[in-house]
């Protein structure tokens, strides 16, 4: 009833930069907190970053000073401004949006199918 579609991810070398988008469709009251997790092979999944409804952010040590969270509350979208790539950022990026469907109803996760970041050195 509710999706979380992904874009953005592909193939970049070391320095680079892509962004991805992460968009929230179906029955929506209301998103809280929404967020962008990675998995890399043989590796747990970790948040990188996350923002609230009123816009405050907070990130990962390893990617503070390169990534950027951002949301547009109008379209149900989510992005992650990924700057100076380097190879060990290379995994699945994962979108969370914790969803209320209804005034009647409480906040549930979302997840996004996962889009793959590669990046090579």
């Known amino acids: 009833q509710v999706q979380l579609v992904e874009s953005g991810g592909g193939l970049v070398q070391a320095g680079g930069s892509l962004r991805l988008s992460c968009a929230a469709s179906?029955?929506?009251?209301?998103?809280?907190?929404m967020g962008w997790y990675r998995q890399a092979p043989g590796k747990q999944r970790e948040l990188v970053a996350s923002i609230t409804s009123g816009g405050s952010t907070d990130y990962v040590d390893s990617v503070k000073d390169r990534f950027t969270i951002s949301r547009d509350n109008a379209k149900n979208t989510v992005y992650l401004q990924m700057n100076s790539l380097k190879p060990e950022d290379t995994a699945v990026y994962y979108c969370?949006?914790?969803?209320?469907?209804?005034?009647?109803?409480?906040?549930?996760?979302?997840w996004g199918q996962g889009t793959q970041v590669t990046v090579s050195s």
């Open positions: 969370r949006g914790d969803v209320r469907p209804t005034i009647f109803s409480g906040f549930n996760n979302y």
């Open positions: 179906g029955k929506i009251f209301s998103i809280n907190a």
